[in-house]
């Protein structure tokens, strides 16, 4: 790859954290990341898993740390709720609330199926490709991040 091919992923990179920054504004309190939060915990509970923070945090590939900080915010917040196991008292399920159902929905269901038929000339294949590249891209820039430095 040219030096001029990275700058423009990079670009690129730069774009689609300008796209996302036009998502409508969530309600006073509620972080961007709630919204990938309960994102996360719905996909897994229509999996049949009953989410853990390590599951949660092996989803996103965040520390388990910053996980646990944010589910404790959410649920203050009434978004998720916790639950001990009745078989092992020391683990914690998480699930989703009423409220967090709704903030998901709204900020999911609602404004992305809004913009489905907007989208429809993107083919599955080119998502899923440019899904992947930018994975890899930030698991090389995130690996050499030390080399770099």
Do not use: W
């Amino acid at each position: 790859m040219t030096i001029e091919k990275i700058k423009s992923m990079l670009d690129a990179c730069y774009l689609a954290k300008r796209a996302r920054d036009m998502l409508p504004p969530l309600p006073q309190g509620v972080a961007p990341s709630y919204i990938h939060y309960l994102d996360i915990i719905e996909m897994l509970e229509s999996r049949g898993v009953r989410v853990k923070v390590s599951d949660i945090s092996d989803a996103l590939d965040l520390p388990r740390p910053g996980v646990t900080r944010t589910v404790k915010e959410m649920e203050q917040k009434g978004y998720l709720q916790k639950t001990a196991s009745e078989e092992d008292g020391r683990v914690t399920y998480i699930s989703v609330t009423k409220a967090g159902k709704a903030l998901s929905e709204k900020y999911n269901k609602t404004y992305f199926s809004a913009l489905v038929p907007y989208l429809s000339d993107i083919s599955e294949e080119d998502a899923d490709r440019t899904i992947q590249t930018i994975e890899k891209f930030y698991h090389v820039m995130s690996e050499r991040r030390i080399d770099l430095e």
